[in-house]
């Protein structure tokens, strides 16, 4: 999996985190080093703290040829791998980043290329992250054209 910089998303992180509480820091935190270890293509740090039936479900465009729906660590990590690869220059700016307890939502903007088709993209996008006993147990994604 190629890298990616996605330094804008953990700044945002790192700004949540000074208006929470230790638990809901602590979640915050779990997500931030779970999307710098997909920048980096650490994905066995990305699944280390994840429950052993976490699922990732995606709604997009049909554009994008990802696989949207991964249950348990190999498929998710191949799930991750395959959608990353096939963009490029991904610039995405979280505008919002909402924390409750087991849960984690980032709301924002993202651009770049398809690599299949070399089209520009401009989605609206909401990810969401669970946790169930501090592991994280699912991730849906929406994203919307601009």
């Known amino acids: 999996m190629r890298s990616k910089d996605f330094t804008s998303i953990s700044t945002a992180l790192k700004r949540a985190q000074g208006s929470l509480d230790p638990t809901q820091r602590s979640q915050v935190d779990s997500v931030d080093r779970l999307i710098d270890a997909i920048g980096r293509g650490d994905l066995d740090t990305v699944l280390a703290n994840a429950a052993v039936d976490v699922c990732l479900d995606v709604y997009a465009p ?24 096939s963009l490029a220059e991904q610039t995405p700016e979280v505008s919002n980043v909402l924390s409750q307890p087991d849960l984690v939502v980032l709301i924002g903007r993202e651009r770049g290329i398809i690599r299949a088709t070399g089209e520009s993209y401009d989605v609206q996008f909401v990810q969401r992250y669970t946790f169930r006993g501090g592991k994280l147990a699912a991730v849906q994604v929406v994203a919307a054209r601009s």
Do not use: K, L, Q
């Open 62 to 85: 049909p554009e994008f040829s990802w696989i949207r729906h991964a249950v348990g660590a190999d498929s998710i990590r191949a799930a991750i791998a395959h959608n990353f690869d």
